[in-house]
């Protein structure tokens, strides 16, 4: 199954280094080729057959852009499963092409908050008009998977069992690049739960740990939901209501909900336990860029590469434009690898609304992060 979109592409990106002037050689590795456009299926495809071999019948799960959910939606038919996906409110909203898709594969989707479970239910008494959160939606699909014991959850994001299956992207890139002996300076990729930016660097750590090679490792995360940035590392509940195994990681409290910005994927109020680790061990960075820079760049990227970006990748796009500048200022030759994990082609309103001059910054301020820790049980 896998043949359909792997290996996935590794292009130069001339046209945009032509376009900002810079000495610098930009790449990105192309996961929109798969069958649902990003590079969830790595982790679906896996998740679905083992699941069917064990005799489990409904996987239940979380999206917030839609491409997890499309991701697994797919595995499930091409496995006879059955798919049930809570979607966040925001999304679902914003985005309902990426729901007709999941029904095309045969998914039953819902938005989250849902009158359906205990927990959206909870959420709706207090907050009516809820967004809603990638916590929440976790929350209402483990919720469901609990009552039931031929059905199982599955999560696209976050636990080490996933940035595993993704590290097929950082493996063939390593590959790719050697065949046209370049070896990166500078890696960036955008950053949520983590999964596309450790399929992408984990590889290339490895490397780098070996003292093969010694590039810069950068995480990119909106500045509307800044874990890494602004969280603190401490053990947490992986979805709002509490009811998932506490993982250590950075977190802005599991009650946090984030703005509605069009980076779906991206709003998370945690960081996968890997990622979180190496951060504090300071083998990689992170920064935060705020939502109409990313989709400032999102657009040069399209108008020069040709390719719609999704909203998530347009912050390492972001980051990597401001890596070639500086480079440029420097005179510098660079080699930038990013991951450009998912097209575009269902976030046509996000960029309308771009266009529309309708998009606002969020930051999300320190203060507020103290108080959701509040909230968050202190393990020893």
């Not at 299926?41 to 064990?54: D, G, I, L, M």
């Not at 930016?197 to 070996?210: D, Q």
């Not at 992986?238 to 910005?261: N, Y």
């Not at 309708?358 to 393990?379: G, S, T």
Request: with cysteine; hydrophobic share 40%; charged share 20%.
């Amino acid at each position: 199954m896998y043949r359909v979109w792997r290996p996935s592409p590794l292009y130069r990106a001339h046209r945009l280094e032509k376009a900002l002037g810079t000495p610098a050689k930009i790449y990105y590795k192309y996961e929109g080729v798969s069958p649902a456009g990003s590079h969830k299926p790595n982790t679906a495809v896996p998740q679905a057959y083992y699941n069917a071999a064990e005799g489990v019948r409904r996987l239940t799960t979380e999206t917030g852009a839609g491409q997890w959910g499309s991701a697994l939606a797919f595995a499930c038919a091409q496995f006879d499963l059955e798919c049930e996906v809570w979607q966040v409110g925001a999304s679902y909203r914003h985005k309902p092409y990426r729901r007709s898709m999941m029904e095309v594969w045969g998914a039953t989707v819902h938005s989250s908050p849902s009158e359906m479970t205990e927990a959206g239910r909870s959420i709706l008494k207090d907050f009516p008009d809820s967004p809603g959160s990638l916590g929440i939606a976790i929350s209402e699909a483990v919720e469901m998977a609990a009552q039931a014991d031929d059905t199982k959850y599955a999560l696209g994001s976050v636990l080490n069992h996933v940035l595993l299956h993704q590290t097929v992207i950082g493996e063939e890139a390593l590959l790719q690049l050697a065949k046209v002996g370049d070896t990166p300076d500078v890696i960036v990729g955008c950053t949520g739960g983590g999964s596309n930016f450790g399929g992408l660097a984990f590889p290339f750590l490895r490397e780098k740990m070996a003292g093969n090679i010694n590039p810069t490792i950068r995480c990119v995360e909106p500045a509307a939901c800044p874990s890494l940035t602004k969280g603190e590392y401490r053990y947490d509940f992986g979805d709002t209501l509490g009811m998932t195994p506490l993982v250590k990681m950075h977190t802005l409290g599991h009650d946090f909900i984030p703005e509605a910005i069009h980076a779906g994927g991206l709003r998370y109020h945690g960081m996968s336990p890997l990622l979180s680790h190496i951060y504090e061990l300071g083998l990689v960075e992170a920064e935060a860029i705020a939502q109409l820079e990313c989709f400032e760049a999102g657009v040069q990227f399209a108008r020069t590469e040709g390719i719609v970006p999704a909203p998530e990748p347009t912050h390492a796009i972001a980051a990597a434009i401001r890596e070639a500048l500086a480079a440029k200022e420097a005179g510098e030759e660079r080699v930038i690898l990013t991951a450009m994990c998912g097209h575009g082609h269902f976030d046509m309103g996000a960029y309308d609304a771009y266009f529309a001059g309708e998009l606002e910054d969020f930051e999300y301020p320190e203060e507020k992060v103290r108080e959701a820790m509040a909230n968050v049980p202190v393990i020893a």
